[in-house]
């Protein structure tokens, strides 16, 4: 059994749909399918769910609310005349518009998946399942536990369906959105709640690439990769695949593929647990990090230090990217943006909490750049390699950490450096993987 | 001026006595003399502080007590007798075991250096200033600045004196014991109170080595070093020189001597704010670690985890020594002794932290390697040289931290591999330094 997830631009009209159409008949096992809502396409420069939003911000506003609501039933009401498709949808879209203020943003800004799904269903001939009636959200989190013993009392393992993503209800019955991208996530837990043999995620890119084609000249496609791997590369921004995707399909062991809809044939990147050929999977990286240096003298002796310093952070929202600490400092890596809304009041809080004897001193414009490998512990000599590559070409390195449970090799350098030295690293891979030295 | 401490070694006897009046005597400026108790000799195998100790634990014993202070009494008064004193010791001696059982264990054990202190200042010519007198302790550590407010209200820049090394006085008026050594942060504290020239601490050694020489064979003498590499070398178990000695030095930057009072010629090593010529200043490590890698899927997106987890190492009084976090796991380094009182307990604090879907691994019999430098950041190469040679004899790092606001790159390697890989780096860098490549 294939559960197929389509993105947006998969869905964005007529044309989009018949592709997806083709791709499940071609395949008798894509018989579970999760869609997006219809994303933008030439005539429509607007995502659905951005017009969504738009209406839902514009509520109290008749005149701008009418509008943006015209948009969405245009925009559906000629995919389904489009596809000759009969579901009822004129009047849901009224109801909808009518209770307007009576709704919650979920349930105003989910209905872009929900109408699409509807569509999708009737044109497959597939059954239309809600995501409410299973998909159990805990603070924007799957709660897979619940939505697995709701998903079993539907019966639907023999079911060919379509599936709305993005959405679902939490605990106390209130719809609840995941972050954005969430249908990746959808798609994701449905692949785990029916033991799937493979999850194919459709989107608009034959496959994860191993750099940023922005900061790389055509970087190479990325063949195969672990969820380990996978997870490192969404960490550090990737966003070919959302992040909190990856439990449900690494938890079961679950195949994934990720495809592109417009070129069905091109082969995609591979998720799965095996090893792959490449000596580095990926280059990723991010730019506008500080790092918070606190130096005190024998900070770590007093076991309090490091709890007093984690709520500081905590009572802030500081999210702390990175932390590395030794007896006497603690190295805290925050994104700039982040800090820089609350830097006065840290200092503030950090003088009180170390009033002597403690040096705080920030190191910003830092990049961090992660080489995303699970050879790291095969051979060694890789993260050797890499740090001497910066080094001979004078890229100034703030700091490197690797650990062999880890998967990803870290350096921090400058700003500056940043393009200059994810080049360096992926011109250095690509001529060893050339050379066969793997 | 120069303040002159001088280790137990140097003041175990009449012999050692002289050569110490030899060198103050050579050198007018040694004008501030600070004593550990009398060391142990060929004569006396049992370090005068440790006599104490024991004579404090039998207490209770009548014949046991008597037995420890005759030989205390012996060594002191014989000792007067051989540099013909006069100081009134053999009241003091009797007064003191009397009172035995209305003393605290400072002020029994700290009568070593005391006493020493005493007999010293005779044979000088120099006054003879009790610790308590000036040097404030809390919680066993010294607080400068109402040190110094005591300090200055004797008013001793001019006078040529002696100070017992080793305790102090808290707020409350009781007597307290540095740690173990602490007559070298008596003399760096009052070296700090004194602005001075120079402090020289006068050991049996002739300086600090670059490696442990029961490991390596007849490792170089480090000749020079900066306070923070100290620091590090200190951190990680060299014994020449007490860590909480550093600080007060550091904080007036005073040139700092580890000198061999044997051989009073030999040039031993002097710490102070320069750079050095070598390369690397020291390799030290020690064994016996073990790394808590606790996995969780975004522990570091929820802020309390952190806290939590510091809390619990906290309540169990596990020090860590080093972390180092990402998203979705911290690596706690903590010695195995101290994990071992508390593994099952810290397996079940763990588990009820993160009751689903978190992986406690430990990786044991991990040995730690610091190169300390402070030629890192000027020369970046070293630190994938350091890796390269590891890692071309197949020695199996677990994990690489480096930064460059650091003075050294740790290693994580098994304790099976702890001395050949010692000896690796060792070997490396005195090739390296040998070709002048530095």
């Known amino acids: 059994m294939i559960i197929a997830k ?5 869905l964005a009209g007529a044309h ?8 499940v008949q071609n395949n008798p096992n894509r018989t579970h399918i999760v869609v997006s809502a219809m994303g933008k396409d030439e005539a429509n420069p607007v995502k659905l769910t951005d017009e969504l939003i738009a209406l839902y911000d514009n509520r109290a506003n008749d005149e701008l609310a ?7 039933k245009v925009r559906l009401l000629t995919l389904k005349k489009d596809l000759a498709l009969t579901v009822n949808l004129d009047y849901q879209l009224e109801d909808f518009y009518r209770n307007l203020n ?17 569509l999708m269903a009737e044109y497959l001939g597939y059954q239309f399942v809600d995501a409410i009636d299973f998909l159990v959200l805990n603070q924007n989190q799957v709660d897979l536990k619940s939505s697995q013993e709701k998903f079993a009392a539907l019966n639907l393992q023999d079911t060919p369906c379509v599936f709305p993503g993005f959405y679902g209800l939490d605990n106390q019955g209130n719809m609840q959105l995941m972050p954005r991208s969430g249908s990746d996530t959808s798609g994701s837990v449905i692949a785990n709640l029916l033991d799937a043999d493979l999850y194919e995620n459709w989107t608009d890119v034959a496959g994860i690439k191993a750099a940023d084609p922005r900061l790389i000249d055509n970087p190479k496609r990325i063949e195969q990769l672990t969820y380990d791997e996978l997870q490192e590369l969404a960490y550090m921004g990737l966003s070919v695949f959302q992040e909190d995707a990856i439990k449900p ?4 062991n679950i195949p994934t593929r990720i495809l592109d809809t417009n070129h069905p044939d091109a082969l995609g990147t591979t998720i799965c647990n095996e ?35 984690f709520k500081l952070m905590s009572d802030l929202s500081l999210a702390v990217s990175y932390t590395f600490s030794g007896k006497d400092h603690i190295d805290l890596i925050v994104e700039s943006s982040q800090l820089n809304k609350n830097k006065a009041l840290l200092f503030d809080k950090l003088q009180t909490l170390f009033p002597t004897d403690c040096q705080i001193t920030l190191k910003e414009d830092i990049s961090l750049i992660a080489a995303v490998s699970d050879k790291f512990s095969a051979k060694p000599y890789l993260v050797s390699d890499l740090i001497e590559q910066l080094n001979q070409n004078e890229i100034d390195v703030q700091f490197v950490n690797q650990s062999s449970t880890d998967v990803k090799v870290l350096f921090g350098v ?19 993987e050339k050379i066969n030295l793997i």
Do not use: M, P
């Open 275 to 309: 090893f792959s050929n490449q000596l580095i999977t990926g280059l990723v990286g991010q730019q506008n990090y500080t790092i918070i240096h606190i130096k005190k003298f024998s900070l770590s002796r007093d076991y309090s230090n490091f709890v007093e310093i």
């Open 102 to 118: 009576h709704l919650s943003y979920a349930e105003c800004v989910s209905r872009g998946e929900y109408f699409t799904a509807q």
């Open 249 to 252: 399909i690494k938890d079961k």
């Open 414 to 432: 400058k700003n500056d450096d940043y393009i200059k030295a994810l080049q360096l690293l992926y011109n250095y891979v690509e001529k060893k």
């Open 16 to 23: 989009q749909f018949n592709k997806v159409k083709s791709l």
């Open 66 to 72: 009418a509008e943006h609501f015209e948009r969405i």
């Open 6 to 10: 389509f993105g947006g631009s998969s």
